[in-house]
């Protein structure tokens, strides 16, 4: 459009078109195509403000993923942590629990691990102040009775939930 108009002005300047109408033509397309390239130009800069405005936003939504990807990877690494602690832990208490395991009578290991399977992980529980803490109910005189009458190497179990009860100093016995 430039290129036209230089060349059109040049033709108007030359003395190369010499009828009035000619003139009149050439001298109307270059105010045309001025005012077209300004309309272009005008058009060209909104798009050139778009461009900019959506590069900041591309830069701050960056920067923001980043921000969270550096939160993602400091929990993961902390989460790591906390699962190799948790394996070291699980490892010593298994240790552990065979060797005590290793001192129980067989039948009763067998029964507390079948309880420890029906009741959710957990197949005994303390008795603390007449109540059993596996199922939080309180046992009644009948059953206190003849946990108190009972042998204290004898196996004891709480009547509502069966886990097996230990016996302790707040039993309440």
Known sequence: MR???VRDQH???SGAATSPKDLENLQR???SLAKRQGDLEDVVLEVMERIESVQERIAELTER????QSKIDDATARRGAALSEIDGEVATVTKERAVIAATIP????????KLREQQGGIGAAKLYQRSCQGCRQE???TDINEIRAAAPDTVVRCENCRRIL????ESGL
Do not use: M
């Open 65 to 68: 993923v980043s921000s969270v």
């Open 106 to 113: 067989a039948d009763l290991l067998k029964l507390y691990d």
């Open 3 to 5: 290129q036209r108009a």
């Open 11 to 13: 033709r108007l300047d």
């Open 139 to 141: 046992l009644s005189i």
């Open 166 to 169: 230990v016996r302790t100093s």
């Open 29 to 31: 397309e270059i105010v």
